[in-house]
Protein backbone atom coordinates (compact mmCIF):
# COMPACT_ATOMS: atom_id res chain seq x y z
CA UNK A 1 0.00 0.00 0.00
CA UNK A 2 1.40 3.91 -0.83
CA UNK A 3 1.36 6.51 1.10
CA UNK A 4 -1.55 8.73 0.28
CA UNK A 5 -0.59 11.98 -0.88
CA UNK A 6 -0.10 15.30 1.30
CA UNK A 7 -2.82 17.57 1.23
CA UNK A 8 -1.90 20.82 -0.53
CA UNK A 9 -3.83 24.13 0.09
CA UNK A 10 -4.29 27.07 -2.51
CA UNK A 11 -4.41 30.49 -1.15
CA UNK A 12 -6.41 33.05 -3.01
CA UNK A 13 -6.41 37.09 -2.85
CA UNK A 14 -8.04 39.24 -4.46
CA UNK A 15 -10.58 42.48 -4.44
CA UNK A 16 -13.92 43.40 -4.63
CA UNK A 17 -15.16 44.18 -8.61
CA UNK A 18 -16.26 47.50 -8.85
CA UNK A 19 -19.37 45.78 -10.92
CA UNK A 20 -21.75 49.35 -11.35
CA UNK A 21 -20.28 51.32 -9.60
CA UNK A 22 -21.56 55.08 -11.57
CA UNK A 23 -18.28 55.64 -12.32
CA UNK A 24 -17.88 52.11 -14.00
CA UNK A 25 -20.96 53.07 -15.72
CA UNK A 26 -20.36 55.45 -18.49
CA UNK A 27 -17.23 53.57 -19.65
CA UNK A 28 -17.22 51.72 -23.08
CA UNK A 29 -16.85 47.92 -22.59
CA UNK A 30 -13.37 48.13 -23.64
CA UNK A 31 -11.95 51.07 -21.47
CA UNK A 32 -12.85 48.83 -18.47
CA UNK A 33 -11.13 45.71 -19.95
CA UNK A 34 -8.04 47.98 -20.43
CA UNK A 35 -8.03 49.38 -17.05
CA UNK A 36 -8.24 46.04 -15.58
CA UNK A 37 -5.41 44.90 -17.95
CA UNK A 38 -3.30 47.97 -17.00
CA UNK A 39 -4.10 47.01 -13.18
CA UNK A 40 -6.73 50.47 -12.33
CA UNK A 41 -9.53 48.46 -12.00
CA UNK A 42 -9.92 45.18 -9.86
CA UNK A 43 -10.48 42.08 -12.05
CA UNK A 44 -13.21 39.47 -11.82
CA UNK A 45 -11.94 37.25 -8.80
CA UNK A 46 -13.32 34.43 -11.29
CA UNK A 47 -10.03 34.98 -12.71
CA UNK A 48 -7.96 34.39 -9.90
CA UNK A 49 -9.92 31.63 -8.13
CA UNK A 50 -9.69 29.36 -11.84
CA UNK A 51 -5.99 30.80 -12.24
CA UNK A 52 -6.26 32.27 -15.40
CA UNK A 53 -5.55 36.30 -16.37
CA UNK A 54 -6.47 38.79 -19.14
CA UNK A 55 -3.46 39.19 -21.16
CA UNK A 56 -4.79 41.28 -24.43
CA UNK A 57 -7.46 43.31 -24.76
CA UNK A 58 -8.56 44.86 -28.88
CA UNK A 59 -11.21 45.87 -30.78
CA UNK A 60 -13.71 42.89 -30.97
CA UNK A 61 -10.89 40.95 -29.28
CA UNK A 62 -10.02 39.27 -26.04
CA UNK A 63 -7.13 37.08 -24.58
CA UNK A 64 -6.87 35.03 -21.79
CA UNK A 65 -4.23 32.92 -20.74
CA UNK A 66 -4.00 30.27 -17.69
CA UNK A 67 -2.52 26.88 -16.25
CA UNK A 68 -4.22 24.01 -15.84
CA UNK A 69 -2.96 22.34 -12.08
CA UNK A 70 -4.17 19.70 -9.97
CA UNK A 71 -6.46 21.81 -7.86
CA UNK A 72 -8.28 21.87 -11.47
CA UNK A 73 -8.79 17.97 -11.62
CA UNK A 74 -11.83 16.06 -12.06
CA UNK A 75 -12.47 12.51 -10.25
CA UNK A 76 -11.14 11.19 -13.67
CA UNK A 77 -7.80 12.87 -13.46
CA UNK A 78 -8.44 15.37 -16.34
CA UNK A 79 -8.86 19.19 -15.61
CA UNK A 80 -12.80 19.90 -15.01
CA UNK A 81 -14.48 21.08 -18.08
CA UNK A 82 -16.14 24.00 -15.91
CA UNK A 83 -12.07 25.19 -16.06
CA UNK A 84 -12.52 25.04 -19.94
CA UNK A 85 -15.65 26.61 -20.06
CA UNK A 86 -14.92 29.34 -17.75
CA UNK A 87 -12.06 30.45 -20.21
CA UNK A 88 -14.00 30.24 -22.93
CA UNK A 89 -16.89 32.33 -21.80
CA UNK A 90 -14.28 34.77 -20.20
CA UNK A 91 -12.74 35.55 -24.01
CA UNK A 92 -16.21 35.37 -25.79
CA UNK A 93 -17.89 37.71 -23.16
CA UNK A 94 -15.08 40.05 -23.25
CA UNK A 95 -14.66 40.30 -26.28
CA UNK A 96 -18.02 41.08 -27.23
CA UNK A 97 -17.57 43.88 -24.05
CA UNK A 98 -14.78 45.22 -25.93
CA UNK A 99 -17.38 46.99 -28.52
CA UNK A 100 -19.73 47.83 -26.04
CA UNK A 101 -20.47 51.54 -25.31
CA UNK A 102 -20.97 53.07 -21.90
CA UNK A 103 -24.27 52.20 -20.01
CA UNK A 104 -24.06 49.12 -21.76
CA UNK A 105 -23.03 44.98 -20.80
CA UNK A 106 -23.82 41.54 -22.70
CA UNK A 107 -24.73 37.87 -20.79
CA UNK A 108 -24.55 35.17 -22.54
CA UNK A 109 -27.76 33.23 -23.32
CA UNK A 110 -26.19 30.29 -25.24
CA UNK A 111 -22.67 28.91 -25.86
CA UNK A 112 -21.89 25.74 -27.88
CA UNK A 113 -18.30 24.21 -27.04
CA UNK A 114 -16.53 21.74 -28.95
CA UNK A 115 -13.63 19.96 -27.03
CA UNK A 116 -11.14 18.83 -28.91
CA UNK A 117 -8.23 17.94 -26.93
CA UNK A 118 -8.17 16.13 -23.11
CA UNK A 119 -6.83 19.03 -20.36
CA UNK A 120 -4.93 18.08 -17.97
CA UNK A 121 -2.91 19.15 -14.47
CA UNK A 122 0.19 18.95 -16.18
CA UNK A 123 -1.23 20.52 -19.44
CA UNK A 124 1.19 23.47 -20.19
CA UNK A 125 -0.16 27.54 -20.40
CA UNK A 126 -3.64 27.75 -22.21
CA UNK A 127 -4.59 30.62 -24.79
CA UNK A 128 -7.87 31.92 -25.40
CA UNK A 129 -8.46 34.07 -27.86
CA UNK A 130 -12.36 35.39 -28.11
CA UNK A 131 -13.93 37.38 -30.95
CA UNK A 132 -16.76 39.39 -31.57
CA UNK A 133 -18.42 38.49 -34.84
CA UNK A 134 -21.88 40.55 -34.18
CA UNK A 135 -22.56 42.92 -31.85
CA UNK A 136 -25.76 44.71 -32.71
CA UNK A 137 -28.12 46.93 -29.74
CA UNK A 138 -29.73 44.17 -28.24
CA UNK A 139 -27.91 41.03 -29.34
CA UNK A 140 -24.43 39.90 -29.97
CA UNK A 141 -22.30 36.66 -31.07
CA UNK A 142 -18.85 36.02 -31.06
CA UNK A 143 -15.85 32.83 -31.16
CA UNK A 144 -13.34 31.83 -29.25
CA UNK A 145 -10.46 29.12 -29.79
CA UNK A 146 -8.35 27.43 -27.02
CA UNK A 147 -5.09 26.38 -27.80
CA UNK A 148 -1.44 25.30 -26.19
CA UNK A 149 0.55 28.82 -26.03
CA UNK A 150 3.43 27.10 -26.76
CA UNK A 151 2.52 24.25 -29.63
CA UNK A 152 -0.81 26.04 -31.14
CA UNK A 153 -2.53 22.60 -30.64
CA UNK A 154 -6.03 23.12 -30.59
CA UNK A 155 -8.38 22.37 -27.68
CA UNK A 156 -11.32 23.66 -27.67
CA UNK A 157 -13.54 26.44 -29.60
CA UNK A 158 -16.68 27.60 -28.72
CA UNK A 159 -19.46 29.73 -30.24
CA UNK A 160 -21.78 31.90 -28.20
CA UNK A 161 -24.96 34.00 -28.36
CA UNK A 162 -25.11 37.02 -25.71
CA UNK A 163 -28.10 39.66 -24.70
CA UNK A 164 -27.10 43.39 -24.47
CA UNK A 165 -28.14 44.56 -21.32
CA UNK A 166 -28.71 48.47 -21.17
CA UNK A 167 -27.29 49.33 -17.95
CA UNK A 168 -28.36 52.91 -17.29
Avoid: K
Avoid at 67 to 85: C, K, M, N, R, S
Avoid at 129 to 138: K, S
Amino acid sequence: MTAPEPLRSRTRIWRTPAGTAPDLLGMTGREILQGALDGRIPNAPILNALGFRLVQVGEGIAVFEGEPGDHLLDPIGGAHGGFVTALLESALESAVMTRLPGGTRSTSVQIGIHVHRHVRSDTRTLRCEGTAIHVGPTTASAEARLIGAEDGELYAHAAATCAILRMI
